[in-house]
């Protein structure tokens, strides 16, 4: 487990990494590019759009090819790309080559997916996919570090260069030939049936959680030029990215461990954590104190955004027999709401005010835990 989880990690925390540094870098960005919240909003409503067309076929190509072909390359073209974001020199440049950044995430994701169904035992795929979900706060985190880091003294294009840097030095650990786990094998031949009957209720799943994708990566996404409106410097702002993704890390990992035990329910869980998202960015509505909103924050990205690995999980057991297709369709509802999310956060945010895009987080939240309890029946899972 624990090679195939470090890989897994690795890769996504390396294809996300650009993602998040777009919202940490925003306030530069603006001054050096002109790329205001709406026009932040649009790039990454194009990487996560991307994103989601994309997870079908990769899927389907990891269910093919195994895992370690779309890790590989999913990882060794986020570098390439995160090092042309470094030389762009207007939003258009900076918004294809991100954009293109979401067929990376496609094919990470699904290769994870593949692998750990492969490689892991039955009992231990809830700590799996928390782990290898805790990357995309650490992605946030490292992204949030690098506002008083290396943005503040070397510029923000330093930043996008030491995520391609990492990014290449990430493909050393990403197995070339995985081996198939027996006892994984036999289960997936003898889950054909169970897999045509979950399907429609993924779909159905995949909508609601892309409900929730939606306000999470949009929270990520304009937390640090949120904070700023409210009166936070551009150090503590970032910080407070920083200390909420660790919260999500936090609450991925210990979600994961809990996930494996025999009466774990991960979707009643998803629901749960969608509601206190929605308390977290019903609070932040208010003009509340900074401390309070800081708070808040940590609220909405820890609980709000601690759920993906428990949706993968879900999908994942519903569907033994192509879980690299399962997982493609749960990405292709998180990859839409993180296109939609940002772009309705930032049209919101530029028009009205934040007030009225934390409002609207709230709400997605709570549409999200709703429809997952809906979809909860006809899967084949707790």
């Given at each position: 487990?624990g090679?195939?989880t470090a890989a ?8 996300m990494?650009?993602?998040f540094?777009?919202g940490?870098l925003?306030d ?5 590019l ?6 932040l ?6 990487l996560?759009?991307?994103?989601a067309?994309?997870?079908?076929v ?11 072909l779309p890790?590989?390359v ?5 570098a ?6 470094a030389?762009a020199?207007?939003?258009w440049q900076l918004g294809?080559?991100l ?8 094919l ?12 892991i ?18 992605a946030?985190?490292l992204?949030?570090?690098a506002?008083?880091t ?5 510029g ?9 840097v990492?990014?290449v ?10 081996s198939r786990?027996?006892?994984?094998a036999?289960?997936a ?6 897999t ?7 779909l159905?799943?995949a909508a609601?959680i ?8 949009a929270?990520a996404t304009?937390l640090v030029?949120?904070?700023l ?14 200390v909420a993704s660790?919260?999500s890390?936090?609450?991925r990992l210990?979600?994961?461990?809990w996930a ?8 009643d869980?998803?629901?749960?954590l969608?509601l206190?998202?929605a308390?977290g960015?019903a609070?932040l509505?208010a003009?509340v104190p ?7 924050a ?9 759920w993906?690995g428990l949706a993968?999980l879900a999908?994942v057991?519903?569907?033994p ?6 997982a ?14 940002p ?8 028009r009205i005010g934040?007030a009225?895009a ?8 709570l ?10 029946r006809r899967?084949a899972?707790?």
């Amino acid at each position: 487990m624990g090679r195939t989880t470090a890989a897994a990690c690795a890769a996504l925390t390396a294809v996300m990494l650009p993602v998040f540094l777009v919202g940490a870098l925003g306030d530069h960005l603006r001054r050096d590019l002109g790329l205001g919240e709406a026009g932040l909003g649009a790039v990454v409503t194009a990487l996560f759009l991307v994103a989601a067309v994309a997870a079908p076929v990769a899927g389907r190509l990891a269910e093919r090819t195994g895992p370690a072909l779309p890790l590989r390359v999913g990882v060794l073209g986020a570098a390439g790309l995160a090092a042309i974001a470094a030389t762009a020199r207007g939003p258009w440049q900076l918004g294809v080559a991100l954009a293109a950044v979401g067929v990376t995430i496609a094919l990470v994701d699904t290769g994870a997916a593949r692998a750990f169904a492969d490689q892991i035992a039955a009992d231990r795929l809830g700590s799996a996919f928390g782990i290898k979900e805790a990357s995309v706060p650490t992605a946030s985190l490292l992204a949030g570090l690098a506002v008083p880091t290396l943005a503040a003294g070397a510029g923000w294009r330093s930043a996008f260069l030491a995520a391609a840097v990492i990014a290449v030095a990430i493909v050393v650990v990403v197995p070339r030939t995985p081996s198939r786990h027996p006892a994984r094998a036999a289960t997936a031949v003898g889950g054909q049936e169970r897999t045509g009957a979950a399907s429609g209720a993924i779909l159905v799943f995949a909508a609601g959680i892309g409900l929730g994708a939606g306000a999470a990566t949009a929270t990520a996404t304009f937390l640090v030029p949120a904070m700023l409106d409210r009166g936070l410097g551009p150090t503590a702002a970032g910080l407070t990215l920083s200390v909420a993704s660790i919260a999500s890390i936090a609450a991925r990992l210990t979600l994961g461990r809990w996930a494996d035990r025999p009466a774990a329910t991960p979707v009643d869980a998803i629901a749960v954590l969608c509601l206190a998202g929605a308390m977290g960015g019903a609070v932040l509505v208010a003009p509340v104190p900074a401390v309070v909103a800081v708070l808040a924050a940590v609220v909405v990205l820890g609980a709000g955004w601690g759920w993906t690995g428990l949706a993968f999980l879900a999908a994942v057991r519903a569907s033994p027999a192509a879980p690299g297709t399962a997982a493609g369709t749960v990405l292709s509802g998180l990859g839409a709401g993180g296109a939609l999310g940002p772009l309705a956060f930032g049209g919101l945010a530029g028009r009205i005010g934040y007030a009225a895009a934390w409002a609207a987080v709230a709400a997605a939240f709570l549409a999200a835990g709703a429809t997952s309890l809906l979809a909860r029946r006809r899967l084949a899972v707790p």
